[in-house]
C-alpha cells in the first residue's frame, strides 16, 4: 500500500542529453527530428498533450508557405503531410497529430516529453546547463541538463536566460520599413479561436451561450474599399460566407500582451467566436445554410509576441529584396501580411498583405542569440522585426526554419563549437545537408555524389544528376518510368565500392491539398499523389565471372510514400547501380526527380 510515508507527492526527474528543444510546433519538430537523424541525442518537451502547435488539432491553422508551386517547401514538412495522406485518407485533425507524433517517436535519438512546460533555466555563466520543466500530468519536476538549447517555443520562455529580445512594433525609420504605417510600440498582432465548420443536410438556428456577443447588421457596417495599389491586398472580416473559411479574422489581443493577457484574451474571444457564428448561422439572407458548427477552439493561437535577437535582424528590406544572404538556411514566400492590433473590434480594414518575391532567403544568423553562445531558436521567435516576421512567421516557413536550426545544431555539437563558430567555420557544411535533406535553399542547387558524376547513363536519365530535384521554371528535371523498367540506371568502367542511395521521388506539389482541409467530417478521402513510387528496388552490377556481369537486387522497399529516400545496403564492388520502380499509387509510370549512387 502507498501513503504518505512511502509514496511522495511529486517525483523529481533529472536527465541529461545533448540538444534541448523547448516547444513541439512545427519548427520544434522538425528541429528535434532533423538533429536526431543526424545522430544528436534531443530531448523535445511540449506543453501540450499533442505536438504541431497552430497546426494541431488544438488550434486548426492551415500551413502555408510560399504561393507558387516550384518553390514548395520539402524536408520534414512535406514527409510528414505525405505521412497524413497515407494513415489520415479522410484528414480527421487528431490522426494528423499522430502524423506529427509518428515522425518524432520514430526517431530513437529523441526523448519526447509531452504536458510538459518548460518553467525555468540553471546558468553556468552566460550559458544555459539546464532547464526546469513542470508535466502536471504526471506530477514530476524536471531538470534537463544539455550542451545546447533550441528555443521553438513561440514566446520565448529561454529569455530567462537573459537573451536579449525584441517585442512589439519598430519605429519605421529604424529599419527603413515603409509598410510600417505606426510603430515604436509595443502593439502585436493578435491571438486567435478558431470555428471549424461541417457540411448538412439539416437546418437548426444556432443557440450561443448567453456570455457570447450578439452581433447585428450594424456592427458590419462599414466601408471595405478594394486596394487601388499593384500589390498590395486589404483584408476585412469575412461575415458573408462560410466558405473556404478559416475564421483567421476573429482575431483580438493586439493592443495588449499576448503572453500575460492570454486568458483574458481567450475569455474574449470565445465572446467573439460564438456570436459570430451566431450572427452568420442564424442570418436571415441564409448565408450559413448548410453548414453547421463542429469544432470551436479553446486555446487561442497566437501570432506574434517576442523574438529573439540574433547577429542579423530580418527586415521588411532583406525580405522585399529576395534574402540573398551568405549564409541562407531556409526561405520563406508569404506575403507581408501585418495585421492591425486592433483586430476585430476594428471597423474596417484589419489586415493588409504586400507582395513579396517568389520566395526569400532567410539567414543562420537570425537562428542563434547575440549573448547566450548556447542558444538556438526558430519559428516565430526567430530574430527579425515586426514586418519581418509578418512574412517569416507562417509554418511552411518556420518548419524550414526548424529543420536549419536542427542541422546547425547538429554540426555545433558534433564539433563541440559555438551556433557562432558554426556560422564562421561551417556555415558552408550546414547547407550542403540541407540541400541533401531535401530542403531546397535559394540561389543555389544541391551537390550531387562524386560517384553520381562519375558514371556514365544514358543521355535521358542525365537530368537525374542536375542537383535540381524539383520542376523548375517549365523544366521538369525528372524521368517518367513505367513499373518494371530498367531504365534508370548508373554504369561504371572500373568497379566502385556501393553502400547506398539517395533518391527524390515526385510527390506532386502541385496537390495544394496536402494542408489538412477546414471542413471537419468530410467524407472525401485524399491518396498518395499517383505518380509516387510504391514499391521499387536497387540492384547492382556485379562481376560473376570473367566477361559476365548479373543485376543483383541489394535494396528492396514496398509501400513507399515520402519524396526524399536514403537507403543504405552492405557495401558491395560494382559496375553498376540502377532503380526498378515495381509500382505507384496509381499513375501508368513513377515520376522521379533524382538518383544519386552513393
Ligand atoms: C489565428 C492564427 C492564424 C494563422 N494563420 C496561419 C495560416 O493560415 N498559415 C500558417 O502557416 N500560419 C498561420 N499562422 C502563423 C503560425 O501559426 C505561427 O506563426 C506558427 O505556428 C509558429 O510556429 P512555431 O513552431 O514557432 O510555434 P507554435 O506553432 O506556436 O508552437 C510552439 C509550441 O510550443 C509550445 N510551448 C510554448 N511555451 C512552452 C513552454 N514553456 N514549454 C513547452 N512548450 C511550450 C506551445 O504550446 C506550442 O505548441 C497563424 C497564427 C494564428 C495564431
Do not use: N, P, Q
Given at each position: 500500500m502507498r501513503t504518505e510515508q512511502n509514496s511522495p507527492v511529486v517525483r523529481d526527474v533529472t536527465l541529461e542529453t545533448e540538444l534541448v528543444v523547448c516547444g513541439g510546433g512545427?519548427?520544434?519538430?522538425?528541429?528535434?527530428?532533423?538533429?536526431?537523424?543526424?545522430?544528436?541525442k534531443v530531448i523535445l518537451v511540449q506543453d501540450r498533450p499533442m505536438l504541431g502547435g497552430n497546426a494541431s488539432s488544438e488550434m486548426r491553422m492551415g500551413i502555408v508557405g510560399v504561393l507558387k508551386d516550384q518553390y514548395q517547401e520539402a524536408g520534414i514538412l512535406e514527409e510528414m503531410q505525405l505521412r497524413n495522406f497515407r494513415f489520415n485518407p479522410l484528414q480527421r485533425y487528431t490522426l494528423w497529430d499522430d502524423a506529427i507524433l509518428t515522425t518524432v517517436i520514430s526517431e530513437p535519438n529523441i526523448r519526447l516529453l509531452l504536458n510538459t512546460s518548460v518553467e525555468d533555466v540553471v546558468m553556468d555563466g552566460d550559458r544555459i546547463a539546464a532547464v526546469k520543466a513542470w508535466n502536471s500530468n504526471a506530477y514530476t519536476r524536471y531538470l534537463i541538463k544539455g550542451r545546447l538549447f533550441a528555443d521553438c517555443t513561440g514566446d520565448g520562455i529561454l529569455r530567462l536566460s537573459g537573451a536579449k529580445f525584441r517585442r512589439g512594433r519598430e519605429f519605421p525609420s529604424e529599419f527603413n520599413e515603409d509598410h510600417l504605417s505606426e510603430g515604436g510600440d509595443a502593439r502585436t498582432m493578435g491571438n486567435s479561436i478558431l470555428l471549424q465548420l461541417r457540411k448538412t443536410d439539416e437546418d437548426h438556428p444556432f443557440v450561443a451561450p448567453e456570455w457570447a456577443y450578439h452581433f447585428t447588421d450594424d456592427d458590419f457596417n462599414y466601408d471595405t474599399p478594394k486596394s487601388t495599389i499593384p500589390g498590395v491586398k486589404y483584408n476585412y472580416k469575412r461575415i458573408y460566407s462560410p466558405k473556404d473559411n478559416n475564421f483567421w479574422w476573429i482575431e483580438f489581443g493586439g493592443k495588449y500582451d499576448t503572453i500575460f493577457d492570454a486568458p483574458d484574451i481567450q475569455f474574449e474571444l470565445k465572446r467573439i467566436a460564438y456570436g459570430i457564428?451566431?450572427?452568420?448561422?442564424n442570418h436571415p439572407d441564409g448565408r450559413c445554410k448548410g453548414y453547421d458548427l463542429d469544432w470551436i477552439g479553446s486555446l487561442p493561437g497566437k501570432r506574434e509576441s517576442t523574438r529573439f535577437i540574433g547577429p542579423h535582424i530580418l527586415t521588411q528590406n532583406d525580405v522585399l529584396s529576395g534574402g540573398h544572404f551568405e549564409d541562407v538556411v531556409a526561405y520563406g514566400g508569404w506575403t507581408l501580411d501585418d495585421h492591425d492590433p486592433e483586430a476585430f473590434h476594428k471597423k474596417g480594414r484589419i489586415s493588409v498583405e504586400y507582395s513579396t518575391p517568389d520566395y526569400f532567403g532567410i539567414p543562420f544568423d537570425c537562428l542563434y542569440s547575440v549573448n547566450v553562445p548556447n542558444l538556438m531558436f526558430a519559428g516565430r521567435d526567430i530574430s527579425c522585426t515586426h514586418m519581418g516576421l509578418s512574412a517569416t512567421r507562417v509554418m511552411a516557413t518556420c518548419a524550414l526554419l526548424g529543420q536549419a536550426c536542427g542541422v546547425g545544431a547538429y554540426v555545433a555539437l558534433r564539433e563541440g563549437i559555438t551556433p557562432a563558430d558554426v556560422r564562421r567555420d561551417h556555415i558552408a557544411e550546414v547547407q550542403d545537408i540541407l540541400e541533401d535533406d531535401d530542403c531546397m535553399l535559394p540561389y543555389r542547387w544541391r551537390k550531387v555524389s562524386p560517384l553520381t558524376l562519375a558514371a556514365t547513363c544514358a543521355p535521358a536519365v542525365e537530368v537525374l544528376r542536375n542537383g535540381i530535384d524539383r520542376e523548375w521554371d517549365g523544366a521538369d528535371n525528372g524521368v517518367w518510368v513505367s513499373p518494371g523498367s530498367e531504365a534508370i540506371a548508373y554504369e561504371w568502367k572500373k568497379p566502385v565500392t556501393l553502400s547506398g542511395a539517395r533518391l527524390i521521388f515526385?510527390?506532386?506539389?502541385?496537390?495544394?491539398?496536402?494542408?489538412?482541409?477546414k471542413l471537419e467530417a468530410t467524407t472525401e478521402r485524399v491518396e498518395v499523389p499517383p505518380m509516387m513510387t510504391r514499391d521499387w528496388r536497387l540492384e547492382a552490377k556485379v562481376r560473376t565471372g570473367r566477361r559476365s556481369y548479373e543485376w543483383q537486387p541489394v535494396f528492396a522497399e514496398k509501400d513507399n510514400y515520402v519524396r526524399l529516400r536514403k537507403v543504405s545496403f552492405a557495401p558491395v564492388e560494382a559496375y553498376g547501380l540502377r532503380v526498378v520502380v515495381e509500382s505507384t499509387w496509381g499513375a501508368p509510370e513513377a515520376h522521379i526527380f533524382a538518383f544519386d549512387a552513393l
Open positions: 512545427l519548427s520544434g519538430v522538425c528541429a528535434a527530428v532533423a538533429a536526431a537523424r543526424h545522430g544528436t457564428w451566431e450572427y452568420m448561422k515526385d510527390s506532386h506539389f502541385k496537390i495544394r491539398s496536402k494542408r489538412m482541409r
